[in-house]
């Protein structure tokens, strides 16, 4: 079954990049101007659900209506997946029945267990190694606000997890730079994060030191959906990991501040620093809707010209 996926971010290359940067601009302006835009008249999104979400279900639901096609939502607990009906047989059965399929689950190699079974192609809604989509809406973001990526900086605060994996494999795609700082014991693990190599990335034990410079500095959650069970642990490894407004100072007087959400105020990041002029994670959250829309009329459609 030879369909283009995007399970991670290095399923695409550059160019590939290149285009849904672009028209995700064309399709955002169209979406501003009321201007209907529907490529996907018939089509239905599957979207399967194993973990909690707000940005992710309401971006394609909302995205699919958009192109003009339908969105079923699924999750573990009201369907046969939860009952153990192997992922395989669910990947047959629901790919039948539809031209376009979003999972969000723990391991990748469900996903990837699922893609391979699939007649239709499948999109990476979040693992707990990546979350492409994210980072797709992140650079849009990031070049809509500050030009090109290529040869920036960009600093990742706290825990080495799906999300910054899927920025350190964007580095070296995009030709960027991360630098990286973890509490001691959270480093990032270069095979865990699908890397080629380490020529991207570098790495501090000193926050502060990894924010001078930066471009944009970046952070998400101590504890991720599925580990909570390490939430007091991490709390404490964590507490200096706090994106705060000394971090920023040393950045550069231009730098962006994301987070891909939901953000937890006095522990990853300061009230004043997410809520500040530097902070751009509304346009983020919303650029999700636009940047999904490009990728799955690029998944079903390939290139358009308008
Ligand atoms: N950023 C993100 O994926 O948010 P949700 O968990 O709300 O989907
Ligand atoms: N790293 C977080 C991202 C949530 C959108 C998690 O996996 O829970």
Redesign the pocket.
Known sequence: MNHKHFLQFRDFGADEFEYLFARTRVIKDRFKRYEKHHPLVDRTLVMIFEK??????LSFEAGMQQLGGAAIYLNTRDSQLGRGEPVEDAAQVISRMCDIVMIRTFEQEIIERFAAHSRVPVING?TNEY?PC?ILADIFTFIEHRGPIAGRTVTWIGDSNNVCNTWLQAAELLDFNVHVSTPPGYEVEPERAGLFGTDHFEEFSDPIEACRGADLVTTDVWTSMGFEAENDERRKAFADWCVDADMMRVARPDALFMH???AHRGEEVTAEVIDGPQSVVWDEAENRLHAQKALMEYLLLGRLER
């Open positions: 909690a979400s707000t940005r992710t279900r979040l979350h994210q891909c959400l939901p």
